[in-house]
């Protein structure tokens, strides 16, 4: 499938709804489900490999298993790259592009810290230039995750800044049911919400203007979760 598939999967009557993988098996898990399309979890994947999620994982690494996973199945694959892991734009495009992946998200932070608007919207920009069409684009917003004392107006700001920048889709990550509805209304086009099992449902999401929703890291915790129960009663 190709990026422009991909791309017009934010823009349907529905959202587009991504479980979050971590390796072939949990993604073609996925796409048997009938999703339209598979995402990675940056965090999960980072924890199969024997790493910690904070770009602890060596690039090659990541690299390496979204090109797993990307063979694996036959829908579109949009990857979670963390910050670029310290790569310059142009070497980050061609190898994700490399892997088989259309897709690819990349968050605003950076050794615990907001990463500067400007700065980011750059990497963003380069990056675009680099790949053209081939990557559909999800800017993460970490202004909810940093606890801003206004994180309403700073997503706003920065999710405008990147869409200028290129970046297909905008994703306040952790925002509120009410506050994902201000960022989404003052950014507009697609919005990627983050859902968990026990979290605000997709039609809550929904509701509040998100076109893209993912998991994250939630589902493979809660799959841990249940091999920790099962294990003492085998």
Known sequence: ??????RALHHGGTPLVLPNAWDPVSARIVADAGFPAVATSSGAVARVLGYDDGQLTPPEAMFAAVAQIA???DVPVTADMEAG???PPKEFAE???ETGAVGCNLEDSAGGALVDVAQQADYLAEVRAAAGAELVINARVDTFVRRLDDPVTEAVRRGREYRRAGADCVYPILAPLDQLRQVAEGVGGPIN???APGGPTQAELAAVGATRISYGTSLH????DQLRELLPRL
């Open 221 to 224: 915790n809660y799959v841990m």
């Open 193 to 195: 919400g983050h859902a």
């Open 1 to 6: 499938m190709t990026a422009e598939h991909f």
């Open 85 to 87: 892991y310290g790569l």
């Open 71 to 73: 063979r694996a199945v």
């Open 95 to 97: 190898r994700l592009l």
